[in-house]
């Protein structure tokens, strides 16, 4: 097989072996999802309440990040963590992520530490997950957080989302013979680059679709 055949049939393989989205995550209010499996998340301000995001089954990261509001001198004035990576894992399911009620500074700096999420199942279970703050030293005016993400998750750790590393020649040969016999290319194809979008993209992708 040609390396150009091969490189072709591994995109398809990491595709088919995904199926459409099986769990939606939902994030409480005060809660800013910042990027969703290494690609920045476009939804609404933390502010005005909850965004929810479609995932595949399996492991997921997320990269989130606290604010509530706190009274100084009288004032009441909004408090932020740092971004924290999430890593769990979970199978057809309606998860909800939250965070503590938090009133005091001390409060949130013990939050900092990323071990006080709170990851809900649809059952009320409690899901498990890795966390770890997302730290940049220095000043700075923005970040770059996927370029950030990939940096983070090169080094590994617990957190990190591992790259698939399970493509072998069987396989490949697997998803070829899958496609002769349903010779439904096109749809195969449709999948793999639907799963390659971001956020917006597939939302309007799906509205073009109802709209047909």
Known sequence: M?????LFFCSIFLFSASVMADVKLTVDSGIELIAVNGTEFNGSFF????????????????????SVEMKSSGDTEIESSNPHV???EAHDDL???????IKKMDDLRD??????WILTGSSGESIDYQAQPLIREGFQLSRNYEQELKE???KGG????????????????AVTSVLSENN??????LRYWYFQADHKTKVRFKSWVLDK
């Open 2 to 6: 040609r390396f150009g055949s091969k």
């Open 47 to 66: 502010g005005t309440g909850k965004n929810t995001v479609e995932l595949l089954n399996g492991d997921n990261q997320v990269l989130v990040r606290y």
């Open 86 to 88: 999430l890593l769990f």
């Open 95 to 101: 998860v909800l992520l939250s965070a503590p009620e």
């Open 111 to 116: 939050f900092d530490n990323g071990k006080y």
């Open 152 to 154: 983070f998750n090169r």
């Open 158 to 173: 617990a957190v990190s989302m591992k790259s698939d590393s399970s493509i072998s020649d069987d396989n490949i040969s």
């Open 184 to 189: 439904n290319l096109p749809e195969v194809m």
